[in-house]
Nanobody
């Protein structure tokens, strides 16, 4: 059974920081590209950051320079370090795993991040 379990969300003031974690089980973690997405109320889900199996990263324009994605293959975990948070970062953040060879994609249940002004 594939599981992606996010943690680390919460309420923070603008300018603060949070670190999200996503623990993965049931798949070969090292074969998967990992990503964080977010969805704010009334808006479409958007890509926040990605990290390939080789460690290459990519970021959405709205978070560049503030967020950092990383992965620990020994712990089957992907992280999202979020600094200089803004109220517009408020959303449910979802962890995503994608195997480019098999085409399989998996999602976590999401974790709420709320940034107060």
């Amino acid at each position: 059974q594939v599981q992606l379990v996010e943690s680390g969300g919460g309420l923070v003031q603008a300018g603060g920081s949070l670190r999200l974690s996503c623990a993965v089980s049931g798949i070969i973690f090292g074969f998967n590209a990992m990503a964080w997405y977010r969805q704010a109320p009334g808006k479409q889900r958007e890509l926040v950051a990605t990290v390939t199996s080789g460690g290459s990263t990519n970021y959405g324009d709205s978070v560049k320079g503030r967020f950092t994605i990383s992965r620990d293959n020994a712990k089957n975990t992907v992280y999202l370090q979020m600094n200089s948070l803004k109220p517009e970062d408020t959303a449910v953040y979802y962890c995503n795993a994608h195997n480019p060879l098999l085409g399989n994609t998996y999602w976590g249940q999401g974790t709420q991040v709320t940034v107060s002004s």
